[in-house]
């Protein structure tokens, strides 16, 4: 979890903005047990999809970070 609180004190040239809070899981599994080089990991990121931005950002006005993310990822290593 990330949370952000929301920023009225300004300086000169910035912006007020408003704070967030984003929800991340993840998840390994390693299905072999007696071979722990591989692996299956699934995340998601800002799973209930806020709109955030980063006060200290030059793009804050025009780009947020990113919405909701999910990834499934399977590792063999050697």
């Known amino acids: 979890m990330e949370y952000s609180a929301p920023q ?5 040239l910035e912006t007020p903005t408003d704070g ?3 929800v991340n899981l993840s998840a390994l599994y390693r299905p072999f047990a ?3 080089r ?3 990991n699934v995340a998601a990121n ?4 806020v709109t955030a931005r980063r006060h200290a950002s030059f793009l804050k ?3 947020p970070l990113a919405g909701r993310d999910i ?3 399977l590792r063999f290593e050697w």
């Open 8 to 12: 009225r004190r300004t300086a000169v």
């Open 20 to 22: 967030f809070t984003t």
């Open 34 to 36: 007696d071979d722990p």
């Open 38 to 40: 591989v692996s299956l």
């Open 46 to 49: 800002n799973i209930a999809d």
């Open 61 to 63: 006005d025009y780009a």
């Open 71 to 73: 990834r499934v990822n």
